[in-house]
Nanobody
Framework: QVQLVESGGGLVQAGGSLRLSCAAS????????MGWFRQAPGKEREFVAA????????FSADSAKDRFTISRDIAKNTAYLQMNSLKPEDTAVYYC?????????????????WGQGTQVTVSS
């Protein structure tokens, strides 16, 4: 099993930036993909971005393209989400997940492990 711990959330003004980190431990050799999702109050958890662990191929939701960048450092077993030009509608709890069975990357059901989440609040 893979354990995940997110960090880097906080309060930022609109137009600002944050970098989220997701540190993986445990059976990290089994990771196919790591992804970021977010969940705003009263809404479902939605896909933000994902990265294939070995190849480094990235996938982003339309809402994240041009503003958010996902990356990973295999040596540190850590994935990152660099978020720029933040908007109030980006306010949510951000979760990272790991896919260890292979397959998809954009649905919550594709993921086997989740972190506890980190709050991002963007003020106007």
């Amino acid at each position: 099993q893979v354990q995940l711990v997110e960090s880097g959330g906080g309060l930022v003004q609109a137009g600002g930036s944050l970098r989220l980190s997701c540190a993986a431990s445990g059976r990290t050799f089994s990771i196919y993909t790591m992804g970021w999702f977010r969940q705003a109050p009263g809404k479902e958890r939605e896909f933000v971005a994902a990265i294939s662990w070995v190849g480094g191929y990235t996938f982003s939701a339309d809402s994240a393209k041009d503003r958010f960048t996902i990356s990973r450092d295999i040596a540190k077993n850590t994935a990152y989400l660099q978020m720029n030009s933040l908007k109030p509608e980006d306010t949510a709890v951000y979760y990272c997940g790991a896919v260890t069975r292979g397959g998809g990357y954009s649905r919550t059901t594709d993921y086997d492990s989740w972190g506890q989440g980190t709050q991002v609040t963007v003020s106007s």
